[in-house]
């Protein structure tokens, strides 16, 4: 019914950038708060940014002032800009969209981002 796809995962080296795309099926995307989340091995998973429908924002402090959220509405696709990312943002990004009338969320598979020092 929901179909979300990550994209733009992979290795990087510390200090780089990497943006992560989420491609969101059918026309829920549009009405839907969308967030970002991270889990590394062995720990929990971790929200990471959120962007409401209207385009509120918020961080978690892991990622506060190098991180930006944002979504195409047009294109029903959210991303997440990484700056300055570091050996510890090493982890699977997870897109997420949750339905604002059964609040019910929706999962991305995934994609690994890996930061070497």
């Known amino acids: 019914q929901v179909q979300l796809v990550e994209s733009g995962g992979g290795l990087v080296q510390a200090g780089g950038p990497l943006r992560l795309s989420c491609a969101a099926s059918?026309?829920?995307?549009?009405?839907?708060?969308m967030g970002w989340y991270r889990q590394a091995p062995g720990k929990q998973r971790e929200l990471v940014a959120s962007?409401?429908?209207?385009?509120?924002?918020n961080y978690a402090d892991s990622g506060k002032g190098r991180f930006t959220i944002s979504r195409d509405n047009a294109k029903n696709t959210g991303y997440l800009q990484m700056n300055n990312l570091k050996p510890e943002d090493t982890a699977v990004y997870y897109c997420?969209?949750?339905?604002?009338?059964?609040?019910?969320?929706?999962w991305g598979q995934g994609t690994q981002v890996t930061v070497s020092s």
């Open positions: 059918g026309s829920m995307f549009t009405l839907s708060t």
């Open positions: 997420n969209v949750r339905s604002p009338w059964s609040q019910r969320d929706y």
């Open positions: 962007i409401t429908a209207g385009g509120s924002t």
